[in-house]
C-alpha cells in the first residue's frame, strides 16, 4: 500500500505487545499488524468486542502503550523516530477523550483550571487571552460559560464528556482520538455528543478516531470504519460500504447480534463462544474458532486481504470517500475460490 | 385471570438530603404476571434501579424512606416482613442481578464456592449434591468446561463470563421473580445476546417472571414482554410491546424511541 500525501495519520504493521505481570518472557499482543489510514477531517470509526486490541491501538497513536514495531506517522513523521521535543509538538495536534469522563478529570480541578492547562502547557497564545480562548471552548461544545468555576463532580455524564471535548479541542489539534466517548450515556445523551463531533468536524475539519463497540453509534458518524477482531483489522470500508455489504462473517455477526428496537425484527443471532485469548491466538484466520461459515482452510491458513469494492482509480480531487477501498480478510471472499 | 407475580402498589421512595426530603420513586404501581418479562425503561435518574432496590429490601434505613400499600410476592406482602424473614425470600423466591457483575461477585472465592454456597444454603444440599447441581447449571448457562469455572476466581473470567456466572446464581433456587438491572449495559453485543437469550430461556424453563430494567430499546423490543416507562420517579406509560413501538401515547416515550440509534443496511 502506498501512502497517500494527503494523510493525517498513517499506521504501518503496527504491533502493541504488553509484558504479562509476574511471568518472564510472556508477552501479550493486543495489536498484530494493523496498518490504515486517516484523511484530514475524517472520521473513521474503530469497532469491535472488549479485548479486540480496539484501544491499544487507539493509545498506541500518542505511545500510552508499548509499541513492540511498526511505524505511526502523523502528517508524514514518524512520531517513533522523533525525539522528545518534537514529539511534544506532535502531541499537540492529536488529543484524546475517554469513556469515564469522571476518572479523565481531575476532580480537585475547576472546569476552567482543566481547560486552560493544555494551553499552558504548550504555551499557547497570550496569558491574558487564555481565559477568552476557555469561554470560546465551553461555547463551542454548547456549554454555559458560568460552568467555568464548578468542579467535575457537579455536572452531568454528557457535561462532563463536553467538558474533556473543550479541553481536547483548544490546542487546536488536527486529529481527536476518542475512546468510547459515549459509551456509558444515556441515549439522549448520547444523541447530542454525536451531533457536537459532526458539527466540531463540519466547523473546524477537525478528524475523528472513534472507537466504539456500538455498531449504531459508529454508523451515525462514521466515513469510514474498521473491524477489529483479536489484534486483527478484519474488515474496513466506507460507512455505506459497510453496512451494505458487511463482507467478514464477524462483522455480520455483530451486525447481527444488535437488538433491533423493532418487536417485528427477528431476534438477535447468538455466537457461540468466547473470543479466544490474545495470548494464544488460534493458528490460520483469528475468527475460525466461532465463525458459522469456516471452511477447511480457515484453521490452517491466515486470509490474505482481499478488496470486495472499491475504485479502480482515485479520484483527482484527494479522497473520495463515498468510494473507499472495502476491504476484509476473508478466505471466503478470496476471488480465486468462490 | 391468574394471580401476578409480583404486585407492588403505592411504591415511594424517598431521600433526607439535610433538611429536604427528595423524592425519588412516586406513587409507583405495578403487577409483574407470571412467567412474564417486563421491562422497566427511562433514562439515568428516573428511579428505575430505586424501584428494584425497593422491592428487594435493599435500600438502607438511614435517611432514606421507603413507603408502599404492598409490595406482594405471590400474595405475601414483603413489606411487612422483618429483615431476617426477607433474607429468606432473597435468593430463593426472588433474586437480583446486577449491572457489574465484578462488583457483585464475592472476589476471594472461586465461583464454584459461591454457586455452591447458594445450594447447600437455601436448597438444603450435601456438598457433593451442591456442587452437581452447580456444573449443570453451568452447563445450562453456556459453559462447555464447566470442571474449569468452577475452580476459577471471579477476576480471571471475562465481563461476559461473569455475567452469565451471576445468571447460574440468580436462577438457582428457580425464583419466582428475577430482578436484573441494566445485566448486560456493561457488555458487548455479541456478548449480550448469549447472556439475555440464556437467562429468558432459563426463566420460561423455570416459569421465573423477570423485571428488566434497561435503557436500551432494542433490548426492551426483542426480550420483553411488556414495558413500564418511567419519568422522573413515575411511571408514565405502560404498554405491550407490540403497542408501545406501534403507537406509543406518552411524549417522553416517543422522545425516547425517537432518540434510539438505529442501524440502516441494504
Not at chain 1, 44 to 60: D, M, N
Not at chain 1, 147 to 171: E, F, I, M, N
Not at chain 2, 237 to 261: C, G, M, W
Request: charged share 25%; aromatic share 4%; proline share 6%.
Amino acid at each position: 500500500m502506498t501512502e497517500k500525501k494527503q494523510d493525517l495519520l498513517a499506521l504501518r504493521d503496527l504491533v502493541v505487545r504488553y509484558h504479562v505481570q509476574g511471568k518472564p518472557r510472556t508477552y501479550l499482543t493486543a495489536v498484530r499488524g494493523v496498518s490504515l489510514q486517516i484523511a484530514p477531517g475524517e472520521i473513521y470509526g474503530l469497532v469491535g468486542e472488549s479485548g479486540s486490541g480496539k484501544s491499544s491501538l487507539a493509545h498506541a497513536i500518542l505511545k500510552l502503550v508499548p509499541v513492540e514495531s511498526g511505524q505511526i506517522l502523523l502528517q508524514g513523521q514518524d512520531l517513533g523516530a522523533v525525539g522528545k521535543t518534537e514529539f511534544n509538538k506532535a502531541r499537540r495536534e492529536v488529543q484524546l477523550v475517554f469513556q469515564d469522563s469522571l476518572a479523565a478529570l481531575s476532580p480537585r480541578r475547576t472546569i476552567r483550571q482543566t481547560i486552560i492547562e493544555p494551553l499552558n502547557h504548550f504555551k499557547l497564545g497570550e496569558t491574558s487571552q487564555r481565559e477568552g480562548k476557555v469561554i470560546e471552548a465551553l461555547e463551542t461544545v454548547g456549554l454555559d460559560p458560568a460552568l467555568k468555576h464548578r468542579y467535575p463532580g457537579d455536572l452531568s455524564g454528557g457535561q462532563r464528556q463536553r467538558v474533556a471535548l473543550a479541553r481536547a479541542l483548544v490546542t487546536e489539534p488536527a486529529l481527536i482520538i476518542a475512546d468510547e466517548p459515549v459509551s456509558s450515556l444515556d441515549v439522549s445523551v448520547q444523541a447530542h455528543i454525536i451531533k457536537l463531533i459532526l458539527e466540531l468536524r463540519e466547523r473546524l475539519g477537525i478528524a475523528f478516531l472513534f472507537v466504539s463497540h456500538d455498531l449504531a453509534v459508529v454508523q451515525q458518524l462514521a466515513d469510514r470504519i474498521g473491524v477489529m477482531y483479536l489484534g486483527k483489522l478484519v474488515e474496513e470500508a466506507s460507512a455505506n460500504s459497510l453496512f451494505n455489504q458487511p463482507s467478514h462473517p464477524y462483522t455480520r455477526s455483530l451486525l447481527a447480534a444488535v437488538p433491533v428496537a423493532d418487536p417485528h425484527h427477528p431476534p438477535p443471532i447468538v455466537l457461540t463462544g468466547e473470543p479466544p485469548s490474545p495470548l494464544t491466538p488460534p493458528a490460520g484466520c483469528v475468527f475460525h474458532k466461532r465463525c458459522p461459515e469456516s471452511i477447511a482452510s480457515c484453521a490452517l491458513t491466515e486470509p490474505e486481504e482481499f478488496l470486495v469494492d472499491g475504485p479502480g482509480k482515485q479520484s483527482a480531487n484527494g479522497v473520495n470517500l463515498k468510494s473507499a477501498e472495502h476491504r476484509v480478510k476473508c478466505h471466503l471472499c478470496n476471488p480465486k475460490k468462490p | 385471570m391468574s394471580t401476578p407475580s409480583l404486585s407492588v402498589r403505592n411504591l415511594s421512595v424517598a431521600i433526607h438530603l439535610r433538611e429536604k426530603i427528595s423524592t425519588i420513586v412516586d406513587q409507583v404501581s405495578f403487577d409483574l404476571e407470571a412467567g412474564e418479562v417486563l421491562a422497566i425503561v427511562g433514562e439515568s435518574g428516573s428511579g428505575k434501579t430505586k424501584t428494584a432496590e425497593a422491592i428487594m429490601g435493599l435500600i438502607p434505613k438511614i435517611s432514606w424512606q421507603v413507603e408502599a400499600d404492598a409490595i406482594e410476592l405471590d400474595g405475601r406482602d414483603l413489606s411487612k416482613l422483618t429483615e431476617a424473614a426477607l433474607r429468606k425470600v432473597r435468593g430463593r423466591q426472588m433474586s437480583m442481578i446486577f449491572q457489574e457483575p465484578r462488583t457483585a461477585l464475592d472476589p476471594v472465592f472461586t465461583t464454584g464456592q459461591q454457586l455452591c454456597s447458594i445450594y447447600r444454603r437455601h436448597r438444603g444440599k450435601t456438598k457433593p449434591e451442591a456442587v452437581s447441581a452447580a456444573r449443570k447449571m453451568l452447563g445450562r448457562v453456556g459453559f462447555a468446561d464447566a470442571e474449569r469455572i468452577m475452580g476459577s476466581y471471579p477476576h480471571q473470567l471475562s465481563g461476559g463470563m461473569r455475567q452469565r456466572i451471576m445468571v447460574a446464581m440468580a436462577m438457582a433456587c428457580e425464583p419466582r421473580v428475577l430482578i436484573a438491572d441494566e445485566p448486560t449495559t456493561a457488555l458487548d453485543v455479541t456478548t449480550q445476546a448469549q447472556v439475555l437469550s440464556r437467562l429468558v430461556s432459563l426463566a420460561s424453563e423455570f416459569g421465573t417472571s423477570i423485571l428488566l430494567i434497561t435503557h436500551d430499546l432494542g433490548v426492551v423490543a426483542q426480550y420483553c414482554d411488556r414495558a413500564l416507562v418511567m419519568q422522573d420517579g413515575r411511571i408514565v406509560e405502560q404498554a405491550n410491546i407490540e403497542d408501545l413501538f406501534a403507537d406509543a401515547e406518552h411524549p417522553y416515550t416517543r422522545k425516547l424511541l425517537a432518540s434510539v440509534p438505529r442501524i440502516r443496511t441494504g
